[in-house]
Nanobody, 127 residues
Framework: QAELEESGGGSVQAGGSLRLSCTSSLSSLKLSTVYLAWFRQSPGTEREGVAG???????YYSDSAKGRFTLSLDQATNTVYLEMNNLKPDDTGMYYC???????????????????WGQGTQVTVSS
């Protein structure tokens, strides 16, 4: 069983919006206290960082996500959200939530530095 669980994916037309959610199945994993990021992977490509948050203080976005995506955290429900607006066909892919608790990633978008992963949620954007 994956330590993280994503939801909220779906199929939308270009210009549409989706909100992805990430929760933890581990009671000890408080998402507000770890290093967390969203990654996207399309067939035949490596996982790329979309947005990241470190201890609720530092928030990072990829160039393609800036201005369109917003990452937020709800401590009460231990949930991290990725609000995605003005979606484009290039945003299509499997979106994964990832976290690491014990060491700050060398780069927020370096997937190999994250130890907890979800199984992903599919986002498909049609033109």
């Amino acid at each position: 069983q994956a330590e993280l669980e994503e939801s909220g994916g779906g199929s939308v037309q270009a210009g549409g919006s989706l909100r992805l959610s990430c929760t933890s199945s581990l009671s000890s994993l408080k998402l507000s206290t770890v290093y967390l990021a969203w990654f996207r992977q399309s067939p035949g490509t490596e996982r790329e960082g979309v947005a990241g948050v470190f201890h609720e203080v530092d928030i990072y976005y990829s160039d393609s996500a800036k201005g369109r995506f917003t990452l937020s955290l709800d401590q009460a429900t231990n949930t991290v959200y990725l609000e995605m607006n003005n979606l484009k066909p290039d945003d299509t892919g499997m979106y994964y939530c990832a976290a690491v608790a014990w060491r700050r990633p060398r780069r927020w978008s370096l997937s190999s530095d994250y130890t907890y992963w979800g199984q992903g949620t599919q986002v498909t954007v049609s033109s």
